[in-house]
């Protein structure tokens, strides 16, 4: 799936400012002091560390390259973002508070620049009401999305839809289980097919 999907950064709706804290640190000594007894001098340790504040929405575009991405690979995708809460969102600053939400899936012949998370921000933004219930609401966002990506794809999944799939898919994955491993396999050797003939393609080249 990672060969096949490019991950775009996720980038906050709101200016720096409104989602981003910092706390102070400092490591003291065992008495509780900043000062080194045996080696006589002073700690260092202070610092502050930056968070993103709860409640902050950021969008991330994930896309195919080309059509290299088939059916059993958007459905292990989706299943793993389903499973996985924080899928693609771990990292120093967010550690794994962060949950994902899938806003929809759009297709077409080519990728619009609609899609890009640079675009959907300057697009959505609104510096004279930044408390607008947009920025901090997931279903109303999602909605929004949706109408500025819907028009410019030939193919749209809902949020909804999209929802709903992954349950079909989670649910098979508990109940029948044993099936979705044949699939799994059956594919491993159409995956390694496909990347015999692509590496060795641009060798021959």
Known sequence: VKAAVNYSDALSLLP?????DATFHNRAFEDGTLFDAESKKN???????HFVKPGTLLVQVLSTRGRLLPQFGLD???LSLGVAGTY????SV????????IAGIYAGRFEQPETSPYQIVR??????????????DVKRLTTRLDELLSPVHEV???AQEVHDYQNNLLQRFESDFQSLETEYQEAAGKVADFFDQWFMGKKGK
């Open 16 to 20: 720096k400012h409104y989602c981003v």
């Open 43 to 49: 700690s260092n340790n202070l610092f502050n560390r």
């Open 76 to 78: 292990h995708l989706l």
């Open 88 to 91: 693609g969102g771990q990292t």
């Open 94 to 101: 967010y550690g794994t508070n962060i949950r994902t939400h």
């Open 123 to 136: 697009t959505l933004a609104n510096p004279e009401a930044w408390d607008d219930p947009l920025f901090k």
């Open 156 to 158: 749209t999944m809902t």
